[in-house]
Protein backbone atom coordinates (compact mmCIF):
# COMPACT_ATOMS: atom_id res chain seq x y z
CA UNK A 1 0.00 0.00 0.00
CA UNK A 2 1.62 3.66 -0.80
CA UNK A 3 0.76 5.96 1.76
CA UNK A 4 0.05 9.51 1.08
CA UNK A 5 0.07 12.92 2.48
CA UNK A 6 -1.82 15.49 0.37
CA UNK A 7 -1.38 19.45 1.14
CA UNK A 8 -4.04 21.02 -1.03
CA UNK A 9 -5.33 24.26 0.36
CA UNK A 10 -8.51 24.29 -1.98
CA UNK A 11 -11.12 22.08 0.36
CA UNK A 12 -12.79 21.21 -3.09
CA UNK A 13 -10.68 20.49 -4.82
CA UNK A 14 -8.37 18.35 -1.84
CA UNK A 15 -11.62 16.73 -1.40
CA UNK A 16 -12.47 15.10 -4.92
CA UNK A 17 -8.28 14.15 -4.65
CA UNK A 18 -8.85 12.22 -1.58
CA UNK A 19 -12.07 10.60 -2.78
CA UNK A 20 -10.62 9.82 -5.87
CA UNK A 21 -6.81 8.29 -4.84
CA UNK A 22 -8.79 6.39 -2.58
CA UNK A 23 -10.59 4.42 -5.07
CA UNK A 24 -7.14 2.83 -6.05
CA UNK A 25 -6.40 -0.53 -4.34
CA UNK A 26 -2.67 0.15 -3.50
CA UNK A 27 -3.06 3.85 -2.54
CA UNK A 28 -4.18 5.50 0.57
CA UNK A 29 -4.00 8.73 1.69
CA UNK A 30 -3.29 8.87 5.39
CA UNK A 31 -2.85 12.63 6.19
CA UNK A 32 -4.11 15.91 4.19
CA UNK A 33 -3.46 19.30 4.74
CA UNK A 34 -3.93 22.78 3.42
CA UNK A 35 -1.18 25.02 4.86
CA UNK A 36 2.87 24.23 3.56
CA UNK A 37 4.11 24.98 7.39
CA UNK A 38 2.64 22.06 8.72
CA UNK A 39 3.86 19.34 6.16
CA UNK A 40 7.01 18.29 7.52
CA UNK A 41 5.31 17.66 10.63
CA UNK A 42 2.53 15.73 9.19
CA UNK A 43 4.97 13.75 7.43
CA UNK A 44 7.05 13.06 10.19
CA UNK A 45 4.21 11.74 12.37
CA UNK A 46 2.77 9.83 9.38
CA UNK A 47 5.38 8.28 7.65
CA UNK A 48 3.77 8.44 3.79
CA UNK A 49 5.72 7.13 1.11
CA UNK A 50 4.93 10.15 -1.12
CA UNK A 51 3.85 13.85 -0.73
CA UNK A 52 1.83 15.01 -3.00
CA UNK A 53 2.05 19.28 -2.53
CA UNK A 54 0.57 22.26 -4.37
CA UNK A 55 3.21 24.59 -4.94
CA UNK A 56 0.87 27.55 -4.25
CA UNK A 57 0.24 26.89 -0.44
CA UNK A 58 -0.15 29.50 2.43
CA UNK A 59 2.32 29.41 5.15
CA UNK A 60 5.20 27.95 3.08
CA UNK A 61 5.10 27.51 -0.34
CA UNK A 62 5.02 24.07 -1.78
CA UNK A 63 8.50 24.04 -3.02
CA UNK A 64 10.03 25.38 -0.10
CA UNK A 65 8.29 22.82 2.15
CA UNK A 66 9.36 20.29 -0.46
CA UNK A 67 12.64 20.77 -0.25
CA UNK A 68 12.69 21.14 3.77
CA UNK A 69 10.77 17.92 3.88
CA UNK A 70 13.74 16.32 1.54
CA UNK A 71 16.26 17.35 4.43
CA UNK A 72 13.82 16.30 7.22
CA UNK A 73 12.44 13.08 5.42
CA UNK A 74 14.54 11.83 3.04
CA UNK A 75 12.32 8.55 2.29
CA UNK A 76 9.54 10.14 1.34
CA UNK A 77 9.26 11.50 -2.49
CA UNK A 78 7.39 14.70 -3.78
CA UNK A 79 5.21 14.69 -6.17
CA UNK A 80 3.90 18.80 -7.14
CA UNK A 81 0.34 18.67 -8.20
CA UNK A 82 0.22 22.50 -9.69
CA UNK A 83 -1.84 24.76 -12.00
CA UNK A 84 1.51 26.68 -12.94
CA UNK A 85 2.53 25.13 -16.18
CA UNK A 86 5.64 27.31 -16.42
CA UNK A 87 9.09 26.24 -17.49
CA UNK A 88 10.42 28.94 -14.73
CA UNK A 89 8.41 27.32 -11.74
CA UNK A 90 9.37 23.04 -13.24
CA UNK A 91 13.09 24.27 -13.25
CA UNK A 92 12.75 25.38 -9.44
CA UNK A 93 10.94 22.12 -8.50
CA UNK A 94 13.64 19.98 -10.39
CA UNK A 95 15.94 22.05 -8.55
CA UNK A 96 14.72 21.07 -5.40
CA UNK A 97 15.16 17.52 -6.45
CA UNK A 98 10.87 16.36 -6.34
CA UNK A 99 10.04 13.45 -8.13
CA UNK A 100 7.48 14.14 -10.07
CA UNK A 101 5.35 17.52 -11.85
CA UNK A 102 1.81 17.25 -13.12
CA UNK A 103 -0.68 19.69 -13.73
CA UNK A 104 -3.74 20.00 -12.03
CA UNK A 105 -5.45 19.42 -15.56
CA UNK A 106 -4.04 15.87 -16.04
CA UNK A 107 -6.55 13.17 -16.98
CA UNK A 108 -7.06 11.06 -13.12
CA UNK A 109 -5.49 7.48 -14.38
CA UNK A 110 -2.30 10.12 -14.80
CA UNK A 111 -2.05 10.86 -11.24
CA UNK A 112 -2.46 7.31 -10.22
CA UNK A 113 0.37 6.54 -12.37
CA UNK A 114 2.58 9.39 -11.60
CA UNK A 115 2.08 8.36 -7.60
CA UNK A 116 2.97 4.87 -8.55
CA UNK A 117 6.03 5.68 -10.91
CA UNK A 118 7.63 8.27 -8.04
CA UNK A 119 7.20 5.70 -5.10
CA UNK A 120 8.82 3.43 -7.24
CA UNK A 121 12.02 5.68 -6.95
CA UNK A 122 11.75 6.95 -11.00
CA UNK A 123 10.34 10.50 -11.89
CA UNK A 124 7.30 11.61 -13.50
CA UNK A 125 6.66 14.50 -15.31
CA UNK A 126 5.09 15.82 -18.62
CA UNK A 127 7.52 15.14 -21.33
CA UNK A 128 6.22 18.27 -22.82
CA UNK A 129 6.43 20.41 -19.93
CA UNK A 130 10.08 18.96 -19.28
CA UNK A 131 11.01 19.84 -23.02
CA UNK A 132 9.73 23.33 -22.79
CA UNK A 133 12.11 23.97 -19.43
CA UNK A 134 14.58 22.61 -20.87
CA UNK A 135 14.57 25.36 -23.53
CA UNK A 136 13.70 27.68 -21.47
CA UNK A 137 15.64 30.64 -20.48
CA UNK A 138 16.66 31.43 -16.97
CA UNK A 139 15.84 34.09 -14.92
CA UNK A 140 18.39 37.20 -15.53
CA UNK A 141 17.70 38.76 -11.81
CA UNK A 142 19.42 38.06 -8.72
CA UNK A 143 18.83 36.73 -5.85
CA UNK A 144 18.03 39.74 -4.36
CA UNK A 145 15.90 41.50 -6.81
CA UNK A 146 13.70 38.19 -7.12
CA UNK A 147 13.15 39.05 -3.09
CA UNK A 148 12.28 42.53 -3.91
CA UNK A 149 9.93 41.93 -6.90
CA UNK A 150 8.47 39.25 -5.01
CA UNK A 151 7.27 41.74 -2.13
CA UNK A 152 6.43 44.43 -4.65
CA UNK A 153 4.14 41.76 -6.42
CA UNK A 154 2.68 41.30 -3.11
CA UNK A 155 1.48 44.86 -2.89
CA UNK A 156 4.16 46.23 -1.04
CA UNK A 157 5.86 49.63 -1.20
CA UNK A 158 9.34 50.56 -1.50
CA UNK A 159 9.06 51.81 2.28
CA UNK A 160 7.63 48.23 3.56
CA UNK A 161 10.34 46.34 0.94
CA UNK A 162 12.69 48.35 2.72
CA UNK A 163 11.85 47.71 6.47
CA UNK A 164 11.40 43.55 5.85
CA UNK A 165 14.28 43.18 3.78
CA UNK A 166 16.91 45.92 6.42
CA UNK A 167 17.74 47.83 3.29
CA UNK A 168 17.10 51.85 2.55
CA UNK A 169 14.40 53.08 0.84
CA UNK A 170 16.33 54.38 -1.91
CA UNK A 171 17.99 51.11 -2.78
CA UNK A 172 14.13 49.31 -2.97
CA UNK A 173 14.14 51.98 -5.72
CA UNK A 174 17.54 51.47 -7.55
CA UNK A 175 16.30 47.31 -7.20
CA UNK A 176 13.08 48.37 -8.98
CA UNK A 177 14.74 50.27 -11.55
CA UNK A 178 17.39 47.61 -12.38
CA UNK A 179 14.62 44.53 -12.97
CA UNK A 180 12.47 46.55 -14.84
CA UNK A 181 15.18 47.39 -17.16
CA UNK A 182 16.61 43.71 -16.73
CA UNK A 183 13.36 42.67 -17.94
CA UNK A 184 12.77 44.90 -20.72
CA UNK A 185 9.05 45.94 -19.17
CA UNK A 186 7.12 49.32 -19.48
CA UNK A 187 7.15 49.51 -15.32
CA UNK A 188 6.82 47.50 -12.40
CA UNK A 189 3.44 46.11 -13.06
CA UNK A 190 4.65 44.75 -16.05
CA UNK A 191 8.24 43.57 -14.82
CA UNK A 192 5.99 41.36 -12.44
CA UNK A 193 3.62 40.34 -15.31
CA UNK A 194 6.85 39.09 -17.34
CA UNK A 195 8.49 37.64 -13.90
CA UNK A 196 5.49 35.58 -13.28
CA UNK A 197 4.70 34.05 -17.25
CA UNK A 198 7.91 33.30 -16.67
CA UNK A 199 7.96 31.37 -13.65
CA UNK A 200 10.53 33.39 -11.87
CA UNK A 201 7.90 34.55 -9.22
CA UNK A 202 5.59 31.95 -7.77
Known amino acids: MIRILLAEDMNMVRGALVALLNLEQDIEVVCELERGDEIVDAALSHRPDVAIIDIDLPGLDGLSAAA?????????????????GRPGTLRRALAANVSGYLLKDAPPDELATAIRRVAAGQRSIDPKLALAAWGGTESPLTTRETEVLRLAAEGA????????????AGTVRNYLTTIVTKLSARNRVDAIRIARESGWLL
Open 68 to 84: ELRDRMPECRTLMLTNL
Open 157 to 168: EATEIASRLHLS
